[in-house]
């Protein structure tokens, strides 16, 4: 018996204090071989529609007795945890919790408040043992730094509710018994796992690096004899908040004696307790097949286990073997596979059950804590204030790395009572990685997601279609993937997802990504497309080009404060990836749009940040984005965004995957993307990867006009009806065998033919137009604007030479116009539709200087000029032309009215001596018969 000024300790195991004398609780045991105190706290149980609590249709709770603890929510039995899609969000301080989706009739509410662990009224810190006592350890400050390779480090000093509930991440070590040797899904010891906390926390991240055989010395670190990708540097590579180990017999075939496997786990606990991080060990399992003395081993073993790590052990022993046996470690016959080694799917569930009582007694809500302080030091030795965390439930968060070199850190507790804990243990961050980065020449593989509009079915605020699919490939031969959310006026909306994405060099993957929530919000104004928006940039900014910068999707506060979820799979475990998050949004205004952005793993607390607002006249910043470095360790991945600071929208226009690593094979369909002079192509699909395909059917998803799909149902199609323009062609092949099916895609670009001469086709907008292949788009709103545009095809340039009013003159304020140009409707006139459906114009000037310049010619060359004009007829009644002067010669004039077909042609055009053609385009001398417009939608420049 201990004595102490304010309590009384009986062996250790009853603890009996003046401070819980006045508060309500209990004694529990949680098996450890220790009993603790327990506050209690409040609890209310209801059925949807009783007399006095919510009815069919609420979706709020809220009680007094709640307030002030922390609040888990069953519903029908299932632990709902924090989102608003289908969970719950809660307000511990005003005892409140509203419901997602709504209350239905009948359904069963049970509420828990959770008074927590209140460190002051326990044998932990800030009780008489203090550290390394006999305090179980889920009361210990223990702390660990990481070191997150992007300048910033992640500092942990306890394990609480939130670990387990929030986002947690677990790593699995181990051997046959977790790899699942012998049974299949659902009975795996992994499945009752990842069941378990899909049902009961929310966006879990389990790894299961278990491997069949494994003994002890196989998981410690590389130094010591681990192998490499399933160790303990594998585990910890993964940020894990917690660990597994689950070693249940292999250790005395391996030659192992019982001290030298204490010793492998020790330096196992060792390697990740100096981080931070709790390991849960598994006693070893009976296995019949051993001889008695290797059976005594299992059973000495497990008994170690038990006594070192109370409160860390899980049981595996003693529920399945067999008292009754001679030898000591015999498998009960019910719960042995049939080999006297590996257990039945009922055995694993005791193991399981007891896993989980462990985690649920670990993780518990900590109370009573006024603040923690962290201190720092260069040396290990002389100390300095670091910071303070006020929230109590705050026991991990990420820092900016104040230096690079070695820093050292301790954390202690002060109490709402004024009492102090002890400090943890002392945790070293080590030195920063020096490295750099990779930049995005270097990395092996690489995702480019243009988010935005399509240009054909997504619409602006006007109701008219809008958006900038990036050119894929670009100018720079990247390959990129556009989404468009549903690819419907929907745009945005929950559950959109864009699967099979290609890498910048036109690779298949298995890699897709799904959006989690409505962006929207509770906008008051939606424009008829939800969640685009198109006021970014127009010009290429870094390797970005115009069309990725130019729209995005949006996000609104509204009524989903915590934003959205982009939920990545198809990753790779062994591959690091560096995820760039980049958007922006031109604005008169001043107000923020500001996004934040955190990893689902991650609390807010560790959250990035960036303003994409841009004034009129900014430049675009490359920079300026936020980026998650050396992510590794992962199959799948989700990045929470939301709108941040004082924001109400932030935006998301281009999403930027770099990665080191391969693409694995996996079964898909290969097609690729072609480009053709020719109106035919041929299109064939080949199945790799072990993909087994009966069935296929061809189909156009896209494009200019109809084309006619010849063998539409084998693995190659013959297309014929081509005409200039992009076409997206898709091939669905099925297995009739497992019905399974798989999805490929091909853009196929027709181009004009040149007759292998030097073309520039350049046409003319008010906004930038949706690309076509073999043409170059001139854009902008000519009056008071200097529009000067180069093609990287032809490295020719137009110029508007300056767009004063006195050469331009405009009506109603604009010069440009995207719509009311003539179109067939199938693309078959002299140019295409999207090239004849926009234009340029000047009003009511009939003269004056040179006012168009085609520039960075050949002096010695001669060219070939040609100019289209058109306009539609619908409510025209006067005459509508194209009038042009070329280096000051004779007028030329074409009716543009319904024009389709005809364009005007000027051969052996010569350029200055500075390599420039000089066009006048004023409206025609004889307005009275040709009217009082110079319409001009497209010119082709042809070097002879």
């Known amino acids: 018996m201990k004595l102490f000024p304010d309590s009384v300790v009986i062996n250790g195991e009853l603890v009996l204090k003046n401070q819980t004398a006045g508060t309500p609780g209990y004694l529990y045991n949680p098996g450890n071989g220790q009993t603790q105190f327990r506050q209690l706290g409040a609890s209310v149980q209801f059925t949807v529609g009783s007399s006095g609590f919510p009815q069919a249709g609420d979706s709020i709770f809220q009680h007094n007795s709640l307030r002030q603890y922390f609040i888990k929510v069953l519903r029908n039995g299932l632990l709902q945890y924090r989102d608003t899609a289908n969970g719950v969000k809660i307000d511990e301080a005003a005892g409140k919790i509203t419901f997602y989706p709504a209350l239905e009739q009948n359904e069963q509410i049970f509420i828990e408040a959770i008074s927590g662990i209140s460190f002051s009224m326990t044998e932990g810190p800030g009780g008489p043992g203090g550290p390394g006592t006999a305090e179980p350890q889920e009361f210990q400050l223990v702390a660990g730094a990481r070191d997150n390779g992007n300048s910033t480090f992640t500092l942990r000093w306890a394990s609480n509710a939130k670990t387990l509930y929030i986002a947690p991440r677990i790593a699995g070590l181990g051997s046959s018994t977790l790899a699942g040797h012998g049974l299949s899904s659902p009975n795996r010891l992994e499945d009752k796992i990842t069941g378990w906390l899909g049902n009961n926390t929310s966006t879990p991240s389990w790894r299961n690096l278990a491997v069949t055989g494994y003994s002890s010395g196989n998981i410690l670190p590389s130094s010591e004899g681990g192998i490499t990708g399933r160790n303990v540097e594998t585990a910890l590579a993964g940020n894990p908040d917690f660990i597994f180990v689950s070693l249940p017999s292999n250790d005395p075939s391996a030659g192992y004696t019982v001290n030298q496997s204490i010793v492998n786990l020790k330096k196992i606990d060792t390697f990740f307790s100096t981080r931070g991080i709790p390991v849960f060990f598994q006693t070893t399992q009976p296995r019949t097949s051993y001889n008695a003395s290797q059976q005594l081993m299992l059973k000495q073993l497990g008994d170690s286990i038990r006594r070192i790590w109370p409160d860390r052990y899980v049981e595996a022993f003693n529920d399945v073997v067999d008292p009754n046996a001679a030898n000591p470690a015999v498998i009960l016959p019910q719960y042995d596979q049939g080999d006297g080694i590996h257990l039945t799917a009922a055995g694993n569930q005791f193991i399981a059950d007891h896993l989980f009582d462990r985690w649920l007694n670990f993780f518990q809500p900590v109370k009573d804590i006024k603040k923690y302080i962290v201190d720092s030091s260069a040396t290990g030795t002389s100390w300095a204030l670091f910071t303070e965390e006020t929230d109590q439930n705050v026991v991990k968060k990420q820092y900016a790395r104040p230096r690079p070199g070695k820093i050292y850190f301790r954390v202690r507790a002060e109490y709402r009572n004024g009492t102090l804990s002890p400090y943890s243990n002392i945790a070293l961050l080590d030195t920063e990685n020096s490295s750099e980065d990779p930049g995005v020449d270097d990395f092996d593989h690489r995702f480019l997601i243009d988010l935005g509009g399509d240009g054909a079915l997504t619409l602006n605020a006007a109701g008219n279609p809008d958006g900038w699919p990036s050119v894929s490939p670009d100018y720079e031969g990247k390959y990129w993937n556009n989404w468009a959310g549903n690819g419907t006026a929907s745009g945005f909306v929950n559950g959109s997802a864009i699967g099979a994405l290609k890498t910048s060099a036109n690779e298949p993957s298995p890699v897709s990504i799904r959006l989690i929530g409505t962006p929207q919000g509770s906008f008051v104004a939606p424009p008829p497309t939800e969640a685009i928006n198109y006021n970014g940039f127009t010009t290429q900014v870094g390797d970005y080009p115009k069309e990725a910068v130019y729209d995005n999707m949006f996000i609104h506060s509204g009524v989903n404060p915590d934003g959205i979820t982009l939920r990545i799979k198809g990753l790779h475990q062994d591959n690091t990836y560096f995820i760039k998050l980049w958007g922006a949004r031109r604005d008169a205004g001043t107000t923020q749009r500001t996004m934040q952005a955190k990893l689902g793993t991650q609390d807010w607390s560790e959250s990035k940040s960036f303003d994409g607002r841009y004034s009129l006249s900014d430049t675009a910043e490359y920079e300026r984005a936020i980026v998650f470095k050396n992510v590794f360790g992962v199959d799948s991945l989700d990045i929470n965004i939301r709108v941040g600071g004082t924001s109400t929208f932030a935006h998301l226009g281009v999403l930027d995957i770099g990665v080191m690593g391969t693409i694995p094979p996996f079964p898909h369909l290969v097609l690729r993307d072609t480009s053709t002079l020719l109106s035919t192509v041929s299109l064939t699909t080949t199945p790799v990867n072990g993909a087994v ?228 385009m004023y409206a025609p001398t004889n307005s009275g018969s040709y009217g009082g417009y110079s319409i001009m939608n497209a010119l082709i420049l042809q070097e002879n």
């Not at 069935?695 to 084998?714: D, K, L």
């Not at 020719?796 to 003539?822: F, I, K, R």
């Not at 000047?842 to 004056?848: D, E, F, Q, V, W």
């Not at 009716?895 to 051969?907: C, D, E, F, K």
């Open 693 to 920: 395909i009966d069935t296929y059917q061809w189909m156009q998803v896209s494009g200019p006009n109809t084309t006619t799909i010849a063998n539409g149902t084998s693995t190659t199609a013959n297309i014929s009806g081509l005409t200039n323009g992009t076409f997206v062609f898709r091939v669905i092949g099925r297995n009739n065998t497992t019905g399974d099916s798989m999805i490929a895609t091909s853009i196929v670009k027709v181009f004009p033919d040149n007759n292998n001469k030097k073309t520039l086709r350049a046409y003319f907008s008010k906004t930038a137009s949706t690309p076509v292949p073999g043409w170059f788009n001139v854009f902008g709103n000519v009056t008071n604007e200097h529009i000067v545009k180069t093609d990287p095809e032809t490295g020719w340039t137009v110029d508007n030479v300056g767009g004063s009013n006195t050469l331009w003159s405009p009506l109603a304020g604009a010069n440009a116009n995207n719509t009311d140009g003539a179109v067939t409707g199938d693309n078959s006139g002299v140019v295409p539709d999207i090239v004849s459906k926009a234009f340029w114009f000047n009003y009511s000037l009939r003269s004056g200087d040179d006012n168009l310049l085609l520039k960075g010619l050949n002096p010695s060359k001669t060219y070939n000029l040609s100019f289209y004009s058109s306009h539609k007829t619908a409510g025209i009644s006067t005459p509508r032309y194209g009038s042009w002067k070329v280096n000051g010669g004779t007028e030329q004039l074409l009716n543009a009215l319904g024009n389709t077909a005809n364009m005007v042609t000027l051969t052996n055009v010569s350029p200055d001596a500075n390599g420039v053609i000089k066009i006048q």
